[in-house]
C-alpha cells in the first residue's frame, strides 16, 4: 500500500524559511515522480514543485520558483521541499503527491493517483 506523509508545517515570518518532508513507503521512489501541491484556503490546488525520478531534475511554478527547492533522499525514500523567502501568500496546506508510474514532471493534481493528508505552513506578515 502506498503511503506518503507530510512532516515540517508550522509558523514562519515573512522572509523565513521552512523544510517540509515527505515519508513515502509501498512504493520505490525512484520510479515515480513525486510532487508538491498546495491548497490556500478558498483557492484551487495548485503545484508547488515536482522532481523528477527519471532524471532528478526539479520543476517549480514561477510563484515559487528560485524560494523553493525539492531534494530527494532515495535510501530514505524522503523528499523534502525547503523553503526560502516566505511570503504570507505562500500560507496553505502542502501535499505530497505521486501519479502511479509517471517518472516526469509536469502533471496537475488530477493526475496524481496517491496523497498524502498534508501538512500547514501559515506564514504572518
Known sequence: EVQLVE???????AGGSLILSCAASGFSSDDYAMYWFRQAPGKEREGAGCISSYDGSTNFPDSVKGRFTISKDSGKKTMYLQMNMLKPEDTAVYYCAVPENVPLCGLGPEDMNYWGKGTLVTVSS
Open 7 to 13: 512532516s515540517g508545517g508550522g509558523l514562519a515570518q
